[in-house]
Structure formats: C-alpha cells, structure tokens
Nanobody, 123 residues
C-alpha cells in the first residue's frame, strides 16, 4: 500500500503561481511513476502531468505544457507540481497518484490516489 497526501492548494488570482506537494508513505515510493490529475465540477477527472520513477521522463497535458512542471524527490518521498501562469480554467481538485508508468495518461494505470487538494483561480 502507498498512502498519498496532497498539499499546497488554495485561492490565487489569474497569472499567479502555486506549488502542490504530494507526500507518500508505505511501500517504496521510488519504484512508482507518479501522476497529477484534476477534476473540475461536473467534469471527468483528467490527466495533468506525470513523471517516471527515476524522474528522467515527464509528460504533460497540452493544456498545461509550458506552464506546469512536475518533479520528484525520491529521498523525501515527495512529488511536486509547480503551476505558473494559472488560468481560471485550471480551477479543480488536484489529485496525485502512484502507478506503473506503462501509460502515464491512463487513470487505470494508477493504483493509489490521494484525497485531493482544491485549486481555485480567480479572474
């Protein structure tokens, strides 16, 4: 089992920045690919970004490419999502997840999920 706890969400004005963190505990964090997903009210959960177990590979949704950066620190069992140039359409609950890394964009590839952290971007 892997337990994941997100933090760092909040309210920010458009154009601002936030840094989300996801702390892991339980089984070996460094063996898992990690992903960030988000879910806005009335919408399906969607892929945002993912990083391989080593950190060598990162993948982003087109909607956040160039604005968001995913990173991980395996010594601290933590994955981060730096979000810059935020837009109102980025408003959602953000979830981190641990998975196999076979298909970074597929929700079904992730077996462990955090409870989520709310990000609200005002216009």
């Amino acid at each position: 089992q892997v337990q994941l706890v997100e933090s760092g969400g909040g309210l920010v004005q458009a154009g601002g920045s936030l840094r989300l963190s996801c702390a892991a505990s339980g089984r070996t964090f460094s063996t898992y690919a990690m992903g960030w997903f988000r879910q806005a009210p009335g919408k399906e959960r969607e892929f945002v970004a993912a990083i391989s177990w080593s950190g060598a590979t990162t993948v982003y949704a087109d909607s956040v490419k160039g604005r968001f950066t995913i990173s991980r620190d395996n010594a601290k069992d933590t994955v981060y999502l730096q979000m810059n140039s935020l837009k109102p359409e980025d408003t959602a609950v953000y979830y981190c997840a641990a998975g196999t890394g076979i298909d970074f964009r597929d929700l079904n590839d992730y077996h462990y999920w955090g409870q989520g952290t709310q990000v609200t971007v005002s216009s």
